[in-house]
T-cell receptor
């Protein structure tokens, strides 16, 4: 079974709808991240969490919110989806130990289309 | 200017060719990562480097800290190597990665 899973894998929705993307991990990592990927652009960080009580904004957090329900679960919400949020979304995890060099393990991605 | 720049953005080659993908960065780093994104979208980590050179099968990654530059080489390239290759750096003591825009590699049979 995959160590980092994302649901749904694909979603088509309409402008103004509320959408939640979910991420679960079995790696036992403390750190979790949400990224979006757009064609021709690198992965951009939306939010990250270093433990259940620690949530931080990334470089493009406007229009998004997150919830860290447990060490293993990190959800991303779009409160009112808009078309320019159409993208491929990735969840990732990492081990917070000093020797890990922040190697990140990625989920399979969620392709979101906002019409 | 992006903190992490990759070149080329797109590369097409014939099976068997030696491939080089370059990554330059503008900040002090504690580690550099090479990632591979498959055509289906999944991303896997290939290498983590803080100095020198690493080899795994037909893949070789090198880094020159003084020149702020890293290269990913593929020997005896194969169509299954077709993917997007992404460079990412951990800047100094930061806990986040900064990603390059990726290099799309296509290997034709």
């Amino acid at each position: 079974d995959a160590d980092v899973t994302q649901t749904p894998r694909n979603r088509i929705t309409k402008t103004g709808k509320r959408i939640m993307l979910e991420c679960s991990q079995t790696k036992g990592h403390d750190r979790m991240y949400w990224y979006r990927q757009d064609p021709g652009l690198g992965l951009r960080l939306i939010y990250y969490s270093f433990d259940v009580k620690d949530i931080n904004k990334g470089e493009i957090s406007d229009g998004y919110s997150v919830s860290r329900q447990a060490q293993a679960k990190f959800s991303l919400s779009l409160e009112s989806a808009i078309p320019n949020q159409t993208a491929l979304y990735f969840c990732a995890t990492s081990d917070g130990t000093a020797n890990s060099y922040n190697e990140q393990f990625f989920g399979p991605g969620t392709r979101l289309t906002v019409l | 200017k992006n903190e992490v720049e990759q070149s080329p953005q797109n590369l097409t080659a014939q099976e068997g060719e030696f491939i080089t993908i370059n990554c330059s960065y503008s900040v002090g780093i504690s580690a550099l990562h090479w990632l591979q994104q498959h055509p289906g979208g999944g991303i896997v980590s290939l290498f983590m480097l803080s100095s020198g050179k690493k080899k795994h099968g037909r893949l070789i990654a090198t880094i020159n800290i003084q020149e702020k530059h890293s290269s990913l080489h593929i020997t005896a390239s194969h169509p299954r190597d077709s993917a997007v290759y992404i460079c990412a750096v951990r800047a100094g003591g930061a806990q986040k990665l900064v990603f390059g825009q990726g290099t799309r590699l296509t290997i034709n049979p």
